[in-house]
């Protein structure tokens, strides 16, 4: 457990085991908590890298709304990175953490050797999805600021979290949780690295999601995990874990 400096902002990270680096980046309201199953498990073959992102859980929470961004939370990605002394990097996340992924790759796609997406989708082509996208993520910036802490609901993974700042995670939804152009989605058609697409078979909101990126990906494998919903790491540690370790093993030898 450690923290680096950003320009006055404090993010923590944690690592854990030896071999090829794993960057795990949770969703939005978690935190590198929901990771923990997977610390456990993988890292006996693995360099397992976890971390909070900036308005949530041991992570600071700058007043200043415009120091959250995809480009600011691109940046700390790699500043957790050479923190932890991997210059590249199986770059996974859930839900906005792997949205984040996707945005990372597209920026950072020398530090990228493979990607797994779980529970997530690639934002939006049109401008009427993408504005819909950003008016649920205004409403959860407003709950927040209305009702404080208490807006973060008991889902499993966020349910883990020990969030300090109601409104760091306001901010976070603005910057961060809401899309601003279609250049993430656009880009999977371009992806040429092994990716693991991995989807709950009850999250409804992220099936489609699931099967449009395994569609546009070239050679994306995609897995439906059984009796599990968006937190499908949680729900179905053992399943999870597994398909996960098949993945890293194959692609990593």
């Not at 949530?56 to 940046?75: G, K, M, Q, V």
């Not at 700390?76 to 996974?92: K, P």
């Not at 504005?131 to 407003?142: C, D, F, I, K, Q």
């Not at 990906?217 to 059984?226: C, D, M, N, T």
Request: proline share 4%; with cysteine.
């Amino acid at each position: 457990m450690a923290y680096l400096d950003r320009d006055g902002v404090r993010i923590y990270y944690e690592q854990r085991g030896a071999g090829p680096a794993v960057l795990l980046s949770h969703g939005y309201s978690a935190s590198a908590r929901m990771w923990q199953g997977q610390m456990d498990a993988l890292s006996d073959r693995y360099h397992l890298i976890a971390w909070d992102m900036r308005g949530h859980d041991r992570s600071d929470s700058p007043d200043d709304p415009a120091l959250y961004s995809h480009e600011a939370t691109i940046a700390d990605m790699a500043a957790v990175l050479d923190a932890c002394g991997a210059s590249r990097a199986v770059i996974a996340g859930l839900s906005l953490g792997g949205f984040m992924s996707l945005a990372f790759h597209l920026a950072r796609p020398a530090r990228t050797t493979a990607l797994m997406l779980f529970d997530t989708g690639p934002g939006y082509k049109k401008d009427d999805g993408r504005e819909g996208w950003n008016r649920l993520a205004e409403s959860m910036a407003v709950a927040y600021e209305k009702k404080g802490l208490a807006a973060a609901g008991a889902s499993a993974e966020v349910s883990v979290a020990r969030h300090r700042s109601a409104q760091g995670l306001a901010h976070a939804a603005r910057g961060m949780l809401a899309q601003k152009d279609a250049r993430v989605i656009e880009s999977l058609p371009a992806i040429t690295l092994p990716t693991l697409v991995l989807v709950g078979e009850n999250d409804k909101q992220f099936r489609p999601s699931a099967d449009y990126m395994s569609a546009k990906i070239p050679g994306a494998e995609k897995v439906i995990l059984e009796q599990a919903g968006h937190a499908a790491n949680i729900d179905r540690p053992a399943a999870f874990n597994a398909a996960v370790r098949a993945f890293l093993d194959r692609v990593t030898a």
